[in-house]
């Protein structure tokens, strides 16, 4: 997938903020994410930092390309598969497969080996989730960039909790970050977000990959951000291997193993579908009752990359009597752009064509059919997405937010992450762009 790494053009162009003049009384500003600028200094070739202490490759080059190595003296064929497309390997006398990259995006990438058709993991660096399978990953650097770089300042933290879901009928696993000074002040409430990963992930990404902790710990040692709960959940839904509905089984206890997970239901089924139904059930009540929340809709809100901006769409547009902030990101609207992505179910292709108009009471489920109603109810209506195809396509979400503001929807912000494509670093961006418009 091309890659486009020059930043020159001037930030603004890829953050629009567009509505109507009657409208702007209540607007937050919109601030695009730093970008890498030409008097940010090189960096050095080096070892991808998720590689094991003494192991050399993956080698980040100094011009963004990656070098791979892997040692399978016996194999006929070896492939190292970068955003599920595979490159062949050159085999040397020793036995070990080269490859160097194309320059590739800042930020975070998964990465595979394939052996002889197989999938292999890399033994030398780290392995996360990705693509519906373990996948190994590398870190490419965006100098002058360190909104997601840990900082001496102040850390929240990110807790693993269990709790059990009626509705799901099995014990549920999420992880949930509560901001500094959480456990001190035991009087503080705090407003909720809900944050979605993408087709093939589950709750673990947007702290391993999208590095939602630092970046929120960042923001708010700056004075950008409100402090905020933030809750990361799979949305896959079921009870296959489970115990049956109604309740824990007898001397069941948290944290034992997960059953088999299904996926859940996508697109804009009454309640949201099974997730939204899980969501307005067990989870919302469960962490306002474990946690020190602010329960109302004003303190509430839900975002998703890519698979999981169509579950946050159709979780919120069924519910909008429970959350005012709603976030997009590279999927879920109805500019059709970003679907699939990482091992979703949902094919990757190239998004439709713009529709030349829009009907309110059938996008979103109906929710926009009364504009006034909506503008009062959401506070946020917020879209991202990359610049680069066949996964992005910035000129059709800007078209769709121009049409919603012409319907009278005035409550949409839109960004686009240049020169990143359907990736973490779009989803980085897009994170803390949206945090600082929460809450306020």
Known sequence: MKRVLCFALCATAFAVATCSAQANKGRRELVPAPLRTDSAPAFAAHPSPYNFPRVEFPRIEADSRVTFHFKAPDAQKVQVALANVAFDMVKGEDGVWTYTSAPQAPGYHNYWMVVDGAIVLDPGTNAFIGYGHMCNGFEVPESGVDFYD?????????????????????????????????????????????????????ERVWTEMGRTNVILD??????????????????????????????????????????????????????????????????????????????DKDHRAMAGLSMGGFMTASVTM?????????????GGTAAGFGAGGPGSPIPMAAPPPMPATLDLKTIYGGAMADPAEFNKKVKVFFFSCGTEPPLENPEALKKHQEQLVAAGITNSYVYISPGTSHEWQTWRRSLYVFAPLLFK
Not at 275 to 281: A, C, F, T
């Open 318 to 330: 069924s519910n909008l009597d429970k959350f005012a902030y709603i976030g997009l990101f590279s």
């Open 218 to 295: 960042n923001l708010l040692a700056e004075g950008k951000v409100k402090p905020m709960i933030v809750v990361m959940e799979t949305s896959a839904v079921g009870n296959a291997g489970g115990p049956p509905p109604g309740g824990p089984p007898a001397g069941a206890a948290p944290g034992g193993a997960a059953p088999a997970r299904r996926p859940g239901m996508i697109g804009f089924a009454p309640g949201g579908g099974a997730y939204g139904k899980l969501m307005i059930n067990d989870l919302i009540p469960w962490v306002d009752s474990n946690f020190r929340t602010l329960s």
């Open 150 to 202: 840990l900082k001496d300042v102040p850390h929240g933290n990110v807790l693993i909790k269990n709790y059990y879901s009626k509705t799901a009928g099995t014990w549920r696993h999420i992880f949930v970050y509560t901001p500094p000074g959480y456990d001190k002040d035991t009087t503080t409430r705090y407003p909720v977000f809900y944050l979605q990963h993408g087709g093939g992930e589950d």
